[in-house]
C-alpha cells in the first residue's frame, strides 16, 4: 500500500508578514492569498522492519534510522519530517512506526511560496490519511504550525499552513493566543482567469533563508521600530484593498496598490529586497508592469508582476535575459489531497 497526498504552494497577494508574531498578537494580522498548481508530493509506504526512511528525489538525499518513539532533531534537512514524525507517534499513536517518507516538490525550498510549510501540512495529511487521525483542516493547519514554530523552532508566520489545508482564495485573519480566522472568498471563475492572465510569476533562479528576515521583522516589532510597524501597517490595509479590487472586478487596480506595497515592503526588514529585485521590478515596470511583489519573506525566489491589457508578453520578453524563467500557473480551488493505493 503507498499512501498519498498532495497540497498547493501558494502567492501571498497581500498583507504577508502581518501573520507573524508578534505584530498579529499585537496589532492583529490580514493576509490575502491564493493557491496555485505546483504542488508538494508526499508518499507513505509501511515497511515491516523496523527501520524509517526519509528520502528527497529531487537532491537523491536517503536519511535512515532505526524505529523510535522520538527522532533526534540535528539541524539537517531530515528534521521537518521527523519533527512531524516525532508529534504523530506523541499525540497520536503512542509506538513507533516503521515507513519510508518521500517527499517531492515541484518548487524549491526558499523560493516564497510557502514550501517547507506546504509539505508539513502534506505529511501531515498523508499520516492522517494512514493512520486515520481524527483532523481537520483547522486542526491540520495549527498542528503543523506549532511543529515549525515551537518544536524546531523555525522563525515564520501562520499563513502557509493555512493556505495549503484549505486552497483557494482566502481573506485570513491572525490575533493573539494563536487565533486563525480563514475567510474562502467567492470569485466568478471569469475574474479569476483574468486575473492568472494578468500575473505574471517570475522565478529568479536564487533562494533564501527566510527565517533570518523574519527574525528581523519580528525584533524591528518588538523594538517598536516606527518606520517598520508604519510598513507593516500600510501593508495589513492593502490586503482589504486588493480583496476589495478583485470581488468588485477592479482588477487593474491591483498594479497600482502592488507598487505603492513595493516600498512598504521593503521598510519592514533589511534584506526583503536585493539589487536582483530591484533590476527585475524596474524592467518590469518599464515594459509595462503597473506593479509587482516579492513572493514570500523576500531575499530571493519568486516575484510577480501586475501587466494589465496584453502587457504581459512584452514584460517576459524584457524579464528573459536577468537569469531567472517565468512560471507557469493556474490558480486552485483546493487545498490538501490525500488518497491511498492498495
Not at 517527499?103 to 510557502?114: D, H, I, V
Amino acid at each position: 500500500m503507498i499512501i498519498r497526498s498532495k497540497a498547493p504552494f501558494r502567492i501571498g497577494l497581500a498583507g504577508g508578514g502581518t501573520d507573524v508574531s508578534p505584530y498579529s498578537d499585537m496589532f492583529g494580522g490580514c493576509i490575502l492569498n491564493a493557491t496555485i498548481s505546483l504542488y508538494a508530493y508526499p508518499n507513505i509506504e509501511p515497511r515491516n522492519d523496523d527501520k524509517i526512511v526519509f528520502r528527497i528525489p529531487q537532491t537523491g538525499e536517503e536519511y535512515i534510522y532505526d524505529s523510535a518513539i522520538e527522532l533526534t532533531i540535528e539541524n539537517d534537512k531530515a528534521d521537518l519530517m521527523k519533527g512531524l514524525y516525532n508529534r504523530v507517534v506523541k499525540d497520536f499513536i503512542k509506538k513507533p512506526l516503521s515507513l519510508t517518507l518521500t517527499c517531492a516538490m515541484e518548487a524549491p525550498f526558499g523560493s516564497g511560496l510557502g514550501t517547507s510549510s506546504t509539505l508539513a501540512v502534506a505529511i501531515l495529511g498523508a499520516y492522517t490519511e494512514w493512520l486515520s487521525l481524527p483532523l481537520g483542516e483547522y486542526d491540520l493547519a495549527f498542528l503543523a504550525y506549532q511543529i515549525e514554530r515551537e518544536d524546531l523552532k523555525h522563525a515564520g508566520g501562520k499563513q502557509d499552513q493555512y493556505a495549503a489545508a484549505f486552497g483557494g482564495f482566502n481573506f485570513m485573519e491572525f490575533y493573539d493566543d494563536n487565533k486563525v480566522i480563514v475567510n474562502p472568498l467567492r470569485i466568478r471563475n471569469e475574474i479569476i482567469n483574468e486575473l492568472s492572465n494578468n500575473l505574471l510569476l517570475y522565478y529568479t533562479n536564487t533562494s533564501r533563508n527566510s527565517g533570518d528576515i523574519i527574525a528581523k521583522q519580528q525584533q524591528n516589532v518588538k523594538s517598536q521600530k516606527e518606520k517598520s510597524l508604519e510598513a507593516m501597517h500600510q501593508i495589513k490595509k492593502q490586503a482589504y484593498e486588493i480583496k476589495e479590487a478583485i470581488l468588485k472586478n477592479n482588477l487593474d487596480e491591483i498594479g497600482h496598490i502592488l507598487h505603492r506595497g513595493w516600498t512598504y515592503k521593503r521598510d519592514m526588514a533589511e534584506g526583503i529586497t536585493t539589487p536582483i529585485f530591484e533590476e527585475l521590478y524596474n524592467t518590469a515596470i518599464s515594459a509595462g508592469s503597473t506593479g509587482g511583489k516579492i513572493s514570500g519573506a523576500g531575499g530571493g525566489g519568486y516575484v510577480f508582476f501586475y501587466c494589465p491589457g496584453n502587457t504581459k508578453f512584452a514584460v517576459a520578453q524584457a524579464l528573459h535575459c536577468l537569469g531567472g524563467r517565468i512560471q507557469p500557473y493556474s490558480f486552485t480551488k483546493k487545498g490538501l489531497e490525500t488518497w491511498h493505493t492498495k
